[in-house]
Structure formats: C-alpha cells, structure tokens
C-alpha cells in the first residue's frame, strides 16, 4: 500500500515562493506517477502538476504554468513541487496524489488511488 506524506506548506506574501514536498513510502517509487491537486472550499479538487514514473514528462494545470514547477528525486523516494510567483488566489490546500498504472496523462482526481492527507499554503496580499 502506498502512502503519502506532503509537507512544506506555509503562509507567503504575494509574489514568493515555496516547495511543497511529498514522501511516498510502501510501495516502488519508479512505478508511480505523482500528482498535485489543489481543492478551493466548495470546489472539486483542481489538477495542479503531475510528472511521470520516469521523470521524462510533465504536465501542469493552466493556472499554475510557467509559475510552478514538478520535480522527483529517486534516491529520496519524494516528489517536489516549486511553486513561485504565488498569488493570493493560489491559497489552498494541496494534496499529493499517485498513481501506479504506468499511465501518465491523467488531470483528474479519479485517477489516483493514493493520496496524501493534505498541506494548507496560503499567500496573503
């Protein structure tokens, strides 16, 4: 059973960054592609980031490109997401999601069977 463990969650200005982190533990790390989402009260959850198994590809929701970036180290067993230029609007919490299906693609939470219990980010104005 995979598990997941997101941390790096915090209060920034408008305009800063931080690195969020997710440990996966349980299971093979090169098997999996990871995801961010993030879920606004009252909202379904919104596909953030994902990077495949190996690492060769990414993808990343449209109000987060060219401001965030997805990252894994294998030794690690962790999954990285920089987040940079944050806005207020990108107050939330964020969650890890995985998936072992060696299919990459996938932006919508149904597609992931693992998940973390969550990091609340919030960036004040």
């Known amino acids: 059973q995979v598990q997941l463990v997101e941390s790096g969650g915090g209060s920034v200005q408008t305009g800063g960054s931080l690195r969020l982190s997710c440990a996966a533990s349980?299971?093979?790390?090169?098997?999996?592609?990871v995801a961010w989402f993030r879920q606004h009260p009252g909202k379904e959850r919104e596909f953030v980031a994902a990077?495949?198994?190996?690492?060769?590809?990414?993808n990343f929701g449209a109000s987060v490109k060219g401001r965030f970036t997805i990252s894994r180290d294998a030794p690690k067993n962790t999954v990285y997401l920089q987040m940079s230029s944050l806005r207020p609007e990108d107050t939330t919490v964020y969650y890890c999601a995985a998936d072992d299906s060696r299919h990459f693609g996938g932006t919508t939470s149904s597609e992931f069977g693992y998940w973390g219990q969550g990091t609340q980010v919030t960036v004040s104005s």
């Open positions: 990077i495949s198994w190996s690492g060769r590809n990414q």
């Open positions: 349980g299971g093979t790390f090169s098997s999996l592609s």
